[in-house]
């Protein structure tokens, strides 16, 4: 299984980013996936995750600022970042189960004021 992340930058607030995720070496489309972050001297936390129904969740944190999304054709999955606040700057990963165990290598998300 190989989950391999891209997208990261540094932005202003107030900017946007899309992580993409792909995917490799297992049947994408079962499983439900997830987008965790860690942020700097902080633990791994939970921001969004995605049904193989395409059903979607978020944390409050991040609800009404970030999409989730998936593309069983393309074996990817995606998260769209608008509005980005300081305090979204992480280390940002997309992981087949909702602890992180098995997650890919992450993408960094640096936010300036």
């Known amino acids: 299984m190989q989950l391999v992340e891209s997208g990261g930058g540094l932005v202003q607030s107030g900017g946007t980013l899309r992580l993409s995720c792909a995917a490799s070496?297992?049947?994408?489309?079962?499983?439900?996936m997830y987008w965790l972050r860690q942020p700097p001297g902080k633990g791994l936390e939970w921001v969004s995750y995605?049904?193989?129904?395409?059903?979607?969740y978020y944390a409050d944190s991040v609800k009404g600022r970030f999409t989730i999304s998936r593309d069983n054709a393309k074996n990817t999955l995606y998260l769209q970042m608008n509005n980005l606040q300081v305090e979204d700057t992480a280390l940002y990963y997309c992981a087949r189960d909702d602890t992180g165990t098995l997650r890919g290598q992450g993408t960094q998300v640096t936010v300036s004021s």
């Open positions: 070496g297992f049947p994408f489309s079962a499983y439900w």
């Open positions: 995605i049904t193989v129904g395409n059903s979607t």
